[in-house]
């Protein structure tokens, strides 16, 4: 399970995600669409801690992304 709750990111001054939340359960598919600069890559980066929110929870199965250690953060990246 993927969860994003209230996920804040700010770059350059502009909010690209903005107090965001969604959940994406096993076995199910989700698609992340939109034009160029609404978030989608910042979006992803975030689930394997290549950038870090500024504000919310960023989990993966049962591992909060911002506070897993390095040999956790490997698995969730696999």
């Given at each position: 399970m993927i969860e994003f709750k209230n996920v804040t990111k700010i770059l350059n001054g502009?909010?690209?995600l903005n107090d965001m939340s969604f959940d994406v359960?096993?076995?199910e598919v989700f698609v992340i669409v939109g034009p160029s600069g609404v978030g989608?890559?910042?979006t992803l980066k975030h689930m394997v801690r290549l950038m870090t929110r500024d504000k919310g929870?960023?989990?993966v199965v049962d591992d909060t992304v911002?506070?897993?250690a390095c040999t956790d953060l490997e698995n969730i990246r696999k």
């Open positions: 502009n909010a690209v359960k096993k076995g989608k890559s910042v929870e960023v989990r911002s506070q897993a």
